[in-house]
């Protein structure tokens, strides 16, 4: 069935809005009704119909105004493009990639014809239909990465594994957490993890660093991450810190329900063939507290988790200012009944 | 002392002489000088035959070191009037230096990081470059914002010299930009901006 895609901003007067079917397959990442770090990796493989894991590279109502999102990011700063020059070939992977898992979830969107290495892409909603030779730079009209960045959903890293760790050395990051691709490219894992807290001395980035490098071809895995944002701005990264900083203090406990928003990070990690590196796909789901308490479920469970967050994780996550008044307002859509197992809806 | 546990930032382990290198290239900012005067005992002729040092002093810091390099007779002795002029010097001599040469870097930090800079674009391995630590905490950091570096700041917040926002230095670390993270400190309440702390003497 296509997709009705919105159109909607992600910035200005913030009119992005999830429909009823898409609140229902948010990828809601609370398994429990209290949250500590732990290795949460399980192999990503195809779900339900009607979650966001029934194709492995999701595509939702919102692909096109977030491909203009990223684009207006990427004319105000092009630095949140960037890739070292040996990983063309993982470029050139990355591309295959994405291209082949969009046709094959999407083929009413999306169509790859490969004959030999010429390849024809076809991409409905975005009015593209291009030809090209891969693995020859000169019959794109960008980098592959880029390219193939401005046409798939979710912040795109490439990371080289080599000296027994694995280095940022690649990647598209217009919808990010609060951390910096420009600062943190070149860098080995442990260091671009050094900025957050506890995980450390838990030992959680030794085991999964560990268990990255022996990541194998064909099987993917993932992992959720998740913070809050005020509004829903896809753009909440170190650099224009000075626009959306001051977004925080803007809540008020009548507007807490249009204004703050679940932001939760569908990580999807694949081993690449050619270049053996590994891509990490960042999918942001937005979704604000309105929209969220029409699950009753993960309206008891939300309200739970956030009330029990430690004090560490709601200063790294920037939430302090407006932790409480959320709570407070969750407590009038919380029933104090148990909580059924898993993350889905009831 | 570094003792801070920042995870992104570069362990500074110290110079040893390596005396199975072909050629011994010193790169030595103020006190930097230190880290290759004390170890004069490992200096025999032959290996100060194919040393070549390039000095810097730091401000008012350092100075008087030039004799004492000069002293050691090395096969050249080169002191810059700045920074800038020693990493330009530095880049051309790494395009000419053959694979037994061995580069070996002691100062501040920022300094550490520009000349490890000019090293990585001369295709060197970090890891096998001796690095010492010496003198100022003083950093070197980047405005996120403008991406604009500024040296030797010692407090925190301090001013961008470039956009002139108030930033705070992020424990985090690049060794491609050779500097620390600085971050807009009162995005939120803006104005609000505490009174800087000299935390990097």
Same mark, same amino acid.
């Given at each position: ?16 809005? #999830? ?35 029934? #194709? ?157 490098? #022996? ?24 650099? #224009? ?106 | +002392? ?96 053959? +694979? ?15 000349? +490890? ?6 295709? +060197? ?77």
């Amino acid at each position: 069935m296509a997709i009705v895609f919105r159109q909607e901003t992600f910035r200005d007067d913030f009119t992005y809005r #999830n429909s009823p079917e898409n609140i229902r397959r948010f990828p809601f990442p609370f398994p429990d009704d209290n949250y500590m770090y732990s290795v949460n990796m399980e192999p990503h493989v195809k779900g339900a119909a009607g979650t966001v894991f029934e #194709n492995l590279i999701d595509v939702d109502e919102h692909y096109i105004s977030e491909m203009a999102d990223r684009a207006l990011v990427l004319k105000a700063d092009p630095l949140r493009y960037q890739a070292l020059p040996h990983m063309m070939q993982a470029q050139w992977d990355t591309l295959e990639l994405l291209m082949e898992q969009q046709a094959a979830g999407y083929p009413e969107h999306f169509t790859l014809e490969k004959n030999g290495d010429r390849w024809r892409w076809i991409n409905r909603p975005l009015g593209i239909d291009d030809t090209f030779t891969f693995g020859d730079l000169t019959t794109l009209p960008m980098e592959p990465l880029e390219y193939i960045s401005r046409q798939t959903q979710g912040d795109i890293t490439i990371v080289d594994q080599r000296d027994n760790n694995l280095w940022m050395d690649a990647g598209m990051v217009t919808t990010q957490a609060d951390w910096s691709l420009d600062f943190d490219v070149g860098m080995n894992f442990m260091e671009w993890h050094g900025p957050v807290p506890l995980a450390h001395q838990q030992g959680v980035f030794e085991r999964a660093l560990k268990f990255l490098l #022996n990541m194998q071809l064909g099987k993917p895995i993932r992992r959720y991450n998740w913070t809050m944002t005020i509004n829903p701005r896809l753009d909440t990264s170190p650099e #224009n810190y000075p626009k959306w900083g001051k977004d925080r203090t803007t809540v008020t406990p009548e507007n807490v329900g249009d204004k703050v928003h679940l932001r939760v990070e569908v990580q999807t990690l694949w081993r690449l063939p050619r270049s053996n590196a590994l891509l990490f796909v960042i999918r942001c789901y937005l979704m604000n507290m309105s929209e969220l308490v029409t699950v009753p479920k993960w309206a008891n469970r939300f309200h739970r988790v956030l009330g029990s967050l430690p004090t560490e994780l709601v200063d790294y996550k920037g939430i302090t200012r407006y932790r409480d008044v959320t709570v407070e307002w969750l407590s009038k859509y919380d029933d104090g009944a148990p909580t059924s197992a898993g993350t889905f809806p009831d | +002392m570094l003792v801070e546990p920042i995870k992104s930032r570069p362990v500074y382990k110290g110079i040893t002489v390596d005396p199975r290198a072909r050629r011994h290239i010193f790169v030595l900012e103020g006190e930097g000088a230190n880290a290759l005067l004390e170890q004069k005992d490992k200096l025999t002729p032959a290996i100060l035959a194919e040393t070549d040092i390039l000095y810097v002093a730091r401000g008012s810091v350092g100075r008087g070191y030039e004799e004492a390099l000069a002293a050691l007779d090395a096969g050249s002795d080169w002191t810059a009037p700045t920074v800038e002029t020693l990493l330009f010097r530095l880049k051309v001599v790494l395009g000419s230096a053959d +694979m037994g040469t061995r580069l070996y870097i002691a100062g501040t930090e920022g300094f550490i990081g520009q000349a +490890m800079q000019i090293a990585l674009d001369a295709g +060197m391995d970090y890891s096998a470059i001796p690095t010492e630590h010496r003198g100022s905490l003083a950093r070197r950091v980047q405005c996120v914002h403008c991406k604009g570096i500024t040296e030797n700041v010692t407090t925190s917040p301090f001013t961008c010299t470039h956009c002139g926002l108030s930033l705070f230095v992020r424990d985090h670390y690049s060794r491609r930009i050779g500097a620390f993270q600085g971050v807009i400190i009162d995005a939120e309440e803006p104005g609000n901006v505490p009174e800087p702390e000299e935390l990097y003497l």
